[in-house]
């Protein structure tokens, strides 16, 4: 974000509303804990004065604590006093992300508020009455721990552990039968793109008292140092004056922690595309829907196709495109606005896709289009394909001249699946004479590139040669080894035949 006045004006226009409401939470919250624990006013004094020791603050805090919830956890006015915290927490993280405008950007539908309150009940009272255990532990620990990087290594643990509670609670939900609809990803929630961030952050409200307790501390120590007792009505308002201090420090931090959420010129934020960065998959394509910059959607999507490096199609569907973390409803998409960006591999990818119908619907005339379009640009592997669907498609004559020159240009580029078709147009005879040593050949030379199917076919056309006996226990070996191979590289129906090369001389595999 560049630092002239003018982006930082509409920084701060876009920032103060919802950075003036949660400052005012915390003021109104210093003001009501005044007001609920009377003896907090004198240790706010002297602690402003400077007179107070910080294992007594300490003390005073817990008993804060206690006397909001309780001293006994495991009882029914604690719980009810925690759900009634969750549903204001839920309520207020709604009302600030409405106020930011990621609600309505964000979400793919709307949601009402009650609706959100519901699905709050059934997933956010246990996980932060959970929560506010391991707070109220927390809390215990404080005495002993006065070192300003000690704190620090708190609230990070307390971030950590809410995390795991909220999101082992949302997994929980979202696997029984009242959830209907896909599952979000963990990257999707903590970019906002669920209705369920809006349970997630909430939950991070019921830590508010360490984060508290923490924060006074420190705002505490500040107020010592300004030497601020010297000249305001420490003695007569400390509580009043603590409030203030304590929202001006929310404010400020507040506009800080959202210097990372500032859009910018393209409509993305420096921690939407730190989100991509980190998680790439599916979210990727939920935050380049956040921008018209056609380059920049390109940008974002590429990084997870590119999961598919070094592998064919039928792999990257199965398992680069998993592995990655991305259906193949959400890989289609990808390839199609990678496709339209002018992304070679990305047509031939979504021309598979619609020809086996996967994420899509199934479309061979689609597909030829797509593959035809990635041949045109120079790429193999839209060449192979096209080739391949029009031989699967009985092609003759000059057409099946031009289904064989495509696989030959192919695999001169060393594209192995294109090698692999020459080996069985020339297995076959199929638009050239038959001849095993040449088919051999091709389907060696793909299987080298780590073709599992042309491993699987030269075992199998190596194994149906002359029963010479002298060859045929080294070749059989051979062939169990290619077929392994192939296995290894996820043909499944070379891990089927691996057993049956074992027989006896003389009997055969398994036909295709």
Not at 23 to 50: F, Q, V, Y
Not at 141 to 149: C, D, G, N, V, Y
Request: contains cysteine; glycine residues 10%; aromatic residues 8%.
């Amino acid at each position: 974000m560049q630092l002239d006045f003018q982006t930082l004006s509409a920084f701060f226009q876009t920032n103060w509303g919802w950075a003036a409401g949660l400052a005012a939470s915390m003021s109104a919250l210093t003001l009501l804990a005044g007001l609920l624990a009377k003896p907090l006013k004198d240790n706010i004094a002297l602690w402003l004065m400077g007179t107070h020791e910080e294992r007594s603050w300490a003390r005073s805090f817990i008993a804060l604590f206690d006397s909001v919830f309780g001293v006994r956890h495991l009882s029914l006015t604690c719980f009810l006093r925690s759900a009634i915290a969750s549903l204001i927490a839920v309520t207020l993280i709604w009302l600030l992300m409405g106020e930011a405008g990621a609600i309505g950007i964000r979400l793919e539908k709307e949601f009402s508020l009650g609706a959100v309150l519901i699905l709050a009940l059934a997933v956010n009272v246990l996980a932060d009455y959970i929560s506010l255990l391991e707070t109220r532990w927390l809390l215990g620990l404080m005495p002993r721990i006065r070192s300003w990087w000690a704190q620090a290594l708190v609230l990070a643990a307390d971030l950590v552990i809410s995390a795991a509670i909220i999101w082992l609670a949302i997994l929980a939900y979202v696997h029984t039968p009242f959830h209907e609809g896909e599952i979000n990803s963990f990257a999707e929630i903590l970019g906002v793109f669920s209705i369920f961030s809006v349970l997630f952050y909430s939950t991070f409200l019921t830590s508010v008292w360490t984060w508290g307790y923490i924060l006074s501390t420190w705002v505490l120590r500040l107020v010592k140092r300004l030497r601020l007792a010297e000249w305001l009505d420490v003695e007569g308002q400390p509580v009043r004056i603590l409030s203030l201090v304590t929202g001006a420090v929310t404010f400020a931090g507040a506009l800080a922690a959202s210097v990372p959420l500032a859009k910018d010129a393209e409509g993305l934020s420096a921690a939407d595309r730190a989100l991509c960065t980190v998680f790439k998959g599916e979210v990727c394509l939920s935050v380049a829907g956040l921008t018209e910059a056609e380059r920049t959607k390109l940008d974002l999507v590429l990084p997870t196709l590119s999961a598919c490096d070094g592998l064919f199609m039928e792999q990257c569907v199965n398992l680069g495109f998993p592995q990655a973390g991305v259906g193949r409803r959400a890989a289609a998409e990808m390839a199609d606005l990678a496709c339209g960006a002018g992304d070679a591999y990305a047509c031939a990818m979504l021309g598979f896709m619609y020809e086996h119908g996967l994420g899509v619907g199934q479309g061979v005339g689609k597909a030829s289009l797509l593959y035809r379009r990635s041949c045109d640009a120079g790429h193999s592997a839209g060449c192979t394909r096209l080739a391949l669907l029009r031989a699967a498609g009985g092609a003759v004559g000059q057409d099946l001249a031009y289904v064989l020159r495509l696989l030959e240009r192919s695999c001169d580029r060393n594209h192995a699946p294109a090698c692999a078709g020459l080996g069985r147009h020339y297995e076959k005879g199929i638009g050239v004479g038959k001849d095993r040593e040449v088919a051999l050949s091709y389907y060696e030379r793909a299987c080298g590139r780590g073709y599992g199917p042309s491993c699987r076919s030269l075992a199998q056309l190596m194994f149906r040669g002359p029963p010479d006996p002298a060859v045929v226990a080294r070749e059989r070996e051979f062939t169990r080894a290619l077929l392994r191979r192939a296995c290894a590289m996820g043909n499944a129906d070379a891990c089927e035949h691996v057993e049956p090369l074992g027989t006896p001389a003389g009997d055969t595999a398994p036909a295709r």
